[in-house]
């Protein structure tokens, strides 16, 4: 299995800057397979979501940021159910 691996971290949340790290990462996610990816992809779309919804307050495009910042959390809650579900399942 192959980790998801994050360019860089700020705060212990993912950053990833600019276009070829961003492709990077997205065909890094895009290989990953097996019970044990799930957990990580849904951690990992969080974690973008999460960014994306503070880049949206930092600009005057702000009105979905509540709407995602929900998205994200659901997507948190999932990751870590998910990861309950792979532990047992043994990996």
């Known amino acids: 299995m192959t ?4 360019v860089s971290m700020t705060n212990g949340d993912m950053s990833v800057e600019g276009t070829e790290d961003l492709n990077a990462l ?3 996610a895009l290989r990953m397979q097996g ?20 880049e949206l ?3 005057e495009m702000g009105g979905q940021v509540s709407r995602i910042i ?21 990996g």
Do not use: F
């Open 3 to 6: 980790q998801l691996e994050v």
């Open 26 to 28: 997205l065909d890094q």
């Open 35 to 54: 019970g044990a990816a799930e957990p990580q992809l849904l951690q990992a779309a969080s974690r973008i979501l999460e960014h994306c919804a503070y």
């Open 57 to 59: 307050a930092r600009s």
């Open 70 to 90: 929900l998205i994200s959390d659901e997507l948190d809650r999932m990751a870590k159910a998910q990861g309950r579900l792979t532990a047992g399942r043994g």
